[in-house]
């Protein structure tokens, strides 16, 4: 079996002030990105599929050469405002990318078999990979999977953050995710944060949450056609509105369209959500580096 690792790296990182996708953490010159693939090519995953921006293209171009040469398959997608459905146009305001869930639709054209889709800002950790190959080689295609986090494990000290909070059943499926923002720690102590909606609510820490890596099968991307359809019937006068991969996923489960599974993982998660995240994520994975689980420099790999 095939399995493509797709990499959402068209985002803009407003709150991060840069292009963060490509922004340098380990040793060599190494991003969050490359280590995401490699932990996917230990995982077996042979393709690697990097949905981004034609303004970027170049640049990740050249750097993923750079670290990787030839020793795993690279295709590109874009992720482009006017991919819409039949009938819809961009509307005359909107600027950012229409969100996660248009994000992993721009690779339909790219994807050939089963995949996981990750941030390319985000640091999973090799076991997350691992526990995601796994599922895609025992199960069917309608039952989905995502990797779950401790929501404390994945906080920042430097500002609020935007996370997807998960419902599960006895069983470890997913009942429903919810989107909050502005997560932080809160005056009085413990957590709290902002849903899509407004209301402010508290949080304990121990909330399992997701960080945007799931595993699917390409029928992902006919399901996802008709959610986003329907997100712009309703949405697209709003110029900040985003198609949530997460949301899109509530849409489906309550359809009773897929399954998806909420597999724990340990990680460590690291992410740089502002400039001042990535001292500690550089220290973080010298630590890893130093214990053995990574080389010194992932471009001695070509």
């Given at each position: 079996?095939?399995?493509?690792?797709?990499?959402?790296?068209?985002?803009?990182?407003?709150?991060?002030?840069?292009?963060?996708?490509?922004?340098?953490?380990?040793p060599?010159?190494?991003?969050?990105?490359?280590?995401?693939?490699?932990?996917?090519?230990?995982?077996?995953?042979?393709?690697?599929?990097?949905?981004?921006?034609?303004?970027?293209?170049?640049?990740?171009?050249?750097?993923i050469?750079?670290?990787?040469?030839?020793?795993?398959?690279?295709?590109?997608?874009?992720?482009?405002?006017?991919?819409?459905?039949?009938?819809f146009?961009?509307?005359a305001?909107?600027r950012?990318?229409?969100?996660?869930?248009?994000?992993?639709?721009?690779?339909?054209?790219?994807?050939?078999?089963?995949?996981?889709?990750?941030?390319?800002?985000?640091?999973?950790?090799?076991?997350?990979?691992?526990?995601?190959?796994?599922?895609?080689?025992?199960?069917?295609?309608?039952?989905?999977?995502?990797?779950?986090?401790?929501?404390?494990?994945?906080?920042?000290p430097?500002?609020?953050?935007?996370?997807?909070?998960?419902?599960?059943?006895?069983?470890?499926?997913?009942?429903?995710?919810?989107?909050?923002?502005?997560?932080?720690?809160?005056?009085?102590?413990?957590?709290?944060?902002?849903?899509?909606?407004?209301?402010?609510?508290?949080?304990?820490?121990?909330?399992?949450?997701?960080?945007?890596?799931?595993a699917?099968?390409?029928?992902?991307?006919?399901?996802?056609?008709?959610?986003?359809?329907?997100?712009?019937?309703?949405?697209?006068?709003?110029?900040?509105?985003?198609?949530?991969?997460?949301?899109?996923?509530?849409?489906?489960?309550?359809?009773?369209?897929?399954?998806?599974?909420?597999?724990?993982?340990?990680?460590?998660?690291?992410?740089?959500?502002?400039?001042?995240?990535?001292p500690?994520?550089?220290?973080?994975?010298?630590?890893?580096?130093?214990?053995?689980?990574?080389?010194?420099?992932?471009?001695?790999?070509?």
């Amino acid at each position: 079996m095939e399995l493509t690792l797709v990499v959402l790296a068209a985002g803009i990182g407003s709150r991060y002030g840069g292009v963060k996708q490509l922004e340098p953490v380990g040793p060599g010159g190494e991003t969050l990105l490359d280590y995401g693939i490699y932990d996917a090519v230990r995982a077996g995953f042979s393709r690697v599929v990097l949905v981004t921006r034609r303004d970027l293209e170049d640049l990740l171009r050249e750097h993923i050469d750079s670290v990787f040469g030839n020793s795993i398959e690279v295709a590109y997608a874009f992720q482009e405002l006017d991919d819409l459905p039949p009938g819809f146009t961009v509307p005359a305001e909107r600027r950012k990318p229409w969100g996660t869930g248009h994000a992993v639709q721009a690779s339909r054209h790219q994807v050939r078999g089963p995949f996981v889709a990750m941030n390319a800002d985000d640091f999973y950790g090799a076991t997350a990979f691992t526990v995601l190959s796994n599922h895609l080689h025992s199960t069917s295609g309608l039952e989905f999977a995502a990797a779950g986090y401790r929501l404390t494990d994945t906080l920042s000290p430097h500002g609020g953050v935007s996370r997807a909070v998960c419902e599960l059943d006895a069983d470890g499926y997913l009942r429903r995710v919810t989107e909050v923002k502005q997560i932080s720690e809160a005056e009085a102590g413990g957590i709290a944060g902002v849903t899509v909606q407004g209301e402010r609510i508290a949080l304990t820490g121990d909330e399992t949450v997701s960080m945007n890596l799931w595993a699917a099968a390409p029928i992902v991307f006919s399901l996802l056609s008709g959610g986003f359809a329907r997100f712009l019937e309703e949405n697209a006068s709003d110029a900040d509105a985003e198609f949530f991969l997460s949301e899109s996923v509530n849409d489906l489960i309550a359809m009773g369209a897929v399954r998806v599974r909420v597999l724990p993982t340990p990680g460590p998660w690291l992410g740089v959500t502002y400039k001042e995240d990535r001292p500690y994520v550089v220290e973080k994975l010298r630590g890893l580096i130093d214990a053995g689980f990574y080389p010194e420099n992932l471009s001695a790999l070509n």
